[in-house]
């Protein structure tokens, strides 16, 4: 069953339902569910699917005759000499039922045969734009797909009708691969896994989480113990470089100089390096809430849970765990879990403050949701805030804090958040929201109630 893609498979099937031409250009990062996503729209249509492979172009041309005479039902067999004589073809043998054309993994085909964009242009603004005609182009190279096929200056631009970015899931619906555990084995489990599809999967929701980490992360046989080697392997020319960022980033280090610091490699390369992996939606650039772009206190950070958990976890330590055992292994990883979580678990925060902003029932909608940092000259030293969320004048705000732990979240904490929202001295009105997995002190309890500050659970997040 496919879980949680219901809002685009909606938009898939309101193009469907569309007459006329339709063009949609769907893509995002391996792993996510793309073609997962496409395979359940195909099973309700007649559809050309076309799944792409990284070989040469003729052989691709080959396949694509063959998917043709499948999906039309042919007993003779098909083959087509050029791209331009099969999207003619198509043309030629519409009907008035809508023709549906998939074609997962375009940049494989375009990348061999770049002058396949410009065929498939001429068609549609010649052939396809009159007929009653769906087409998607599907795609897992975040970059090719926004420089080759959306940008301005790829021959199909302004051709398509819709464009989607497929996400990974929030902590709401990645937890509903897990329907029978506690809540807080949920929260853990998007700490390790995050919300790609087929990471979720991988997981057995009949076994503990502990279970799984022996037997789907640590076993040498399992699908995740290799993923992120065999992604990066797949993708990108320097593996060891990118490691080498990838582990700096997880053991602590966030600007740009701490990283190059750390692996002895000049900024400049770093830099070039650290924009591939934001092009593949694996690491992201932030800044305080609130300030500019070009802001001096720009950190890094790896946007994917499960590859700051194996990174973490897995790459410095796999001689240790191998010798240690997968189970003991386990065991050794679910001692510190909690604690690792901090940083994830303001994360999930931001992702349920998201879910209320939509749902329209926070104080205001945010202009700017994020973590903030920066000096407080009372304590003259530097301050956070794990999240701020700012409205459009930036005279109202939301301050959160998150905690993960099993104490009760004390009167000292609530303290520090009142204390830090002091530095921003332009704000009007603020709220507070506290987050903690074990709950609340007595104290903070009483002051919540009459203060008005927002206390929430992970019973309230879900």
């Known amino acids: 069953m496919l879980l949680g893609r219901e809002k685009e498979l909606s938009l898939l099937e309101s193009l469907y339902q569309e007459d006329g031409f339709q063009f949609l250009i769907l893509y995002g990062r391996r792993r996510v569910g793309k073609t997962r996503l496409l395979q359940e729209f195909a099973r309700k249509h007649r559809v050309i699917f076309f799944s792409a492979q990284e070989k040469n172009d003729a052989l691709n041309l080959k396949d694509f005759s063959a998917a043709v005479r499948q999906a039309l039902g042919y007993q003779a067999e098909l083959s087509f000499q050029d791209w331009e004589t099969a999207f003619t073809f198509l043309d030629d043998r519409q009907t008035d039922e809508k023709t549906v054309l998939i074609i997962d993994e375009f940049p494989y085909i375009a990348e061999d045969n770049p002058s396949v964009k410009s065929i498939l242009q001429h068609t549609i603004d010649h052939r396809f734009k009159q007929k009653n005609f769906l087409l998607i182009l599907c795609g897992s190279s975040v970059s090719f797909m926004e420089k080759e096929v959306l940008s301005a200056h790829s021959p199909l631009y302004g051709r398509s009708t819709a464009q989607l970015e497929l996400k990974p899931f929030d902590y709401l619906n990645s937890a509903r691969f897990f329907p029978d555990w506690s809540l807080e084995n949920k929260l853990l489990a998007y700490g390790i896994l995050g919300g790609i599809p087929a990471y979720l999967s991988s997981f057995s929701p009949s076994l503990s989480l502990e279970g799984n980490l022996s037997r789907n992360i640590l076993r040498e046989s399992s699908f995740l ?230 206390l929430i659970t992970p019973e309230k997040m879900f």
């Open 225 to 454: 113990r290799n993923e992120t080697q065999n992604l990066l392997k797949m993708e990108l020319r320097e593996p060891s470089v990118y490691n080498s960022i990838f582990e700096a980033v997880a053991s602590g280090a966030s600007r740009l100089n701490d990283i190059a610091l750390k692996i002895r490699e000049e900024q400049s390369k770093c830099s070039r390096y650290i924009s591939t992996l934001q092009k593949m939606r694996l690491m992201e650039k932030k800044n305080p809430c609130g300030e500019k772009e070009n802001s001096r206190k720009t950190v890094y950070q790896i946007t994917d849970p499960f590859f700051c958990f194996w990174y973490h976890y897995l790459f410095r330590n796999q001689s240790y765990f191998e010798l240690l055992g997968e189970e003991d292994a386990a065991k050794e990883i679910m001692s510190s879990l909690s604690a690792y979580m901090g940083p994830l678990f303001e994360k999930i925060c931001t992702e349920y403050i998201i879910r209320r902003a939509k749902s329209r029932s926070l104080p205001f909608v945010p202009a700017h949701l994020g973590r903030w940092w920066g000096n407080n000259p009372l304590k003259k030293k530097q301050d956070d805030i794990d999240i701020l969320a700012l409205d459009q004048t930036g005279e109202r705000a939301i301050f959160c804090e998150c905690k993960f732990r099993n104490q009760l979240f004390d009167e000292k904490e609530l303290q520090n958040l009142l204390d830090a929202s002091g530095i921003l001295t332009q704000i009007a009105e603020k709220h507070y929201y506290l987050f903690s997995k074990s709950g609340f002190t007595a104290a903070v309890e009483r002051e919540a109630s009459i203060h008005g500050i927002e």
